[in-house]
T-cell receptor, first 109, second 115 residues
Framework: GQNIDQPTEMTATEGAIVQINCTYQ??????LFWYQQHAGEAPTFLSY??LDGLEEKGRFSSFLSRSKGYSYLLLKELQMKDSASYLC??????????WGAGTKLIIKP | GAVVSQHPSWVICKSGTSVKIECRSL??????MFWYRQFPKQSLMLMAT?????????EQGVEKDKFLINHASLTLSTLTVTSAHPEDSSFYIC???????????FGQGTRLTVV
């Protein structure tokens, strides 16, 4: 079966750094997405990785290791507005998006 | 990024009536559109995938006669919830992409409440 695992909830302090991990087992791989979702809103796109390595975009970075079936989202200089759910999703061999359950990130002052 | 507009943002309807939700790609041609449903505190659940000009592909367990999807043009897809019941109350989200291997952009979502 297809499976994506990420922690259910994480807590971090404003100004700090947090890493959200995602491991996946899917039938084929055509890329991995990270989305941010605030409560009651649709997800917004953060990053897309299809090759191994680190992609940096401002305060957010995403890493991928295809051989390990592993990715992480790194958030630096955390702000209160970063409190949200972060969804990991993998595009499988049929180009279907397989979603993780999401990680709820709580930022404390 | 590209803009996907979903309308309405929220709707309240009576049990037994039908509700239509629109999803439009404003600045690109959406070959593929996806419809999701999200229950509180749960991840997105893919309901169906539609390609312009062809019938939608529904996920297992999704009733195609209840959730009618039309993707008649490259910029518009509609989801019609027919004979809505309170258990259909949920957050419905569409996303659109130019191709099966390109990034998908999400609409704002529609919160449906059936009373």
């Amino acid at each position: 079966g297809q499976n994506i695992d990420q922690p259910t909830e994480m807590t971090a302090t404003e100004g700090a750094i947090v890493q959200i991990n995602c491991t996946y087992q899917t039938s084929g791989f055509n890329g991995l997405f990270w989305y941010q979702q605030h409560a009651g809103e649709a997800p917004t796109f953060l990053s897309y990785n299809v090759l191994d390595g680190l992609e940096e975009k401002g305060r957010f970075s995403s890493f991928l290791s295809r051989s390990k079936g592993y990715s992480y989202l790194l958030l630096k200089e955390l702000q209160m507005k970063d409190s949200a759910s972060y969804l990991c999703a993998v595009l499988d061999s049929n180009y279907q998006l397989i979603w993780g359950a999401g990680t709820k990130l709580i930022i404390k002052p | 990024g590209a803009v996907v507009s979903q309308h309405p943002s929220w709707v309240i309807c009576k049990s037994g009536t039908s509700v239509k939700i629109e999803c439009r790609s404003l600045d690109f041609q959406a070959t593929t559109m996806f419809w999701y449903r999200q229950f509180p505190k749960q991840s997105l659940m893919l309901m169906a995938t539609s390609n312009e000009g062809s019938k939608a592909t529904y996920e297992q367990g999704v009733e195609k006669d209840k959730f009618l999807i039309n993707h008649a043009s490259l910029t518009l897809s509609t989801l019609t919830v027919t004979s809505a019941h309170p258990e259909d109350s949920s957050f419905y989200i569409c996303s659109a992409s130019e191709g099966s291997d390109t990034e998908a952009f999400f609409g704002q979502g529609t919160r449906l409440t059936v009373v």
